[in-house]
């Protein structure tokens, strides 16, 4: 009896190759539900099948051998597979509707044709669900994440024909360019936040040049930690102002009253918390400046 053969690397590279451990589990993204999740699930699918070197059975690349028998049942094995992974993906009524169909690639098209919105229609969706967000109780982060999930589908939407050759004007156009895009991204992340944030807001605009949207970020979740830490803590003191003041006289210091910093004359924060006072972050253009100073 004679020992099998060795699988070269090769072979495993061949998309009619099944490893051992593909199976009908072997991806795993949330379920399709219709248009509104459809871009990104087919995202997800594509970069999970192209990983097992199976994208071209749903892009149309990988055919059907016709000259020979063996390696049409290899096909056969793969494209079934590829169903197998795609119907173990949706609800289950999108997969009542697909479950006959016999080809991968159609199987995906027919997906596609139903729930691909237009490129007009989706960026409409996205540029008005971009002008509406808000804050709200969302934590700064979860806010932020909404935020750069619609940045990035827009992203992919509008894609730029490739520069072949890139002269230094170009290269300057198109930092100027990213510039746009990205001081456009601060001010939609700083037009939602909530107005308890105010005063920070005043602060990173008057910086300049302008910081990034994530260096906003950092801050505004210093911030948000600061506060939260100080809620914590908030309740314990007001107990003991409410025993130490007088019901005839309430003491003018628990009267609320807008806080004015005495080293900058700037509303909205206190000198303890004043840049001017503690230092500015590293990122801030006065940062350096303050460092030579000293």
Not at 253 to 259: E, I, L
Request: glycine content about 4%; overall charge positive.
């Amino acid at each position: 009896m004679g020992t099998p053969a060795r699988l070269s690397y090769q072979d495993m590279l061949n998309p009619l190759f099944l490893h051992p451990s593909d199976n009908a589990n072997s991806i795993q993204v949330e379920k399709l539900q219709g248009s509104s999740d459809y871009r990104s699930w087919s995202r997800s699918m594509e970069i999970n099948l192209a990983s097992k070197r199976k994208l071209g059975f749903v892009n149309g690349t990988v055919t059907k051998p016709t000259d020979d028998n063996t390696k049409a049942e290899m096909w056969e094995a793969c494209n079934n597979m590829v169903i197998a992974l795609i119907t173990g993906n949706v609800s289950p009524t999108v997969r009542q509707s697909i479950m006959f169909m016999t080809n991968a690639f159609e199987m995906w098209k027919n997906l596609e044709k139903r729930f691909m919105l237009t490129n007009g229609s989706r960026k409409y969706k996205l540029c008005k669900d971009l002008y509406e967000v808000r804050q709200h109780t969302a934590s700064v982060n979860e806010y932020y994440t909404t935020m750069k999930i619609l940045w990035e589908e827009l992203d992919s939407m509008n894609l730029l024909p490739p520069i072949l050759c890139l002269t230094d004007e170009i290269k300057t156009f198109l930092s100027k360019v990213e510039l746009q895009k990205e001081e456009a991204r601060l001010f939609q992340f700083l037009n939602g936040l909530n107005e308890a944030y105010g005063p920070q807001r005043s602060q990173l605009l008057m910086i300049t040049p302008l910081p990034t949207v994530e260096q906003v970020v950092a801050v505004i979740q210093q911030e948000e930690a600061q506060r939260s830490l100080l809620s914590a803590i908030t309740p314990d003191v007001e107990l003991s102002a409410l025993y130490s003041k007088s019901p005839q006289s309430p003491s003018p210091q628990y009267v609320n009253k807008p806080v004015t910093c005495t080293a900058c004359n700037v509303k909205g924060h206190t000198r303890e918390k004043c840049w001017t006072v503690i230092g500015f972050p590293k990122w801030h253009p006065k940062y350096r400046a303050s460092l030579n100073l000293s």
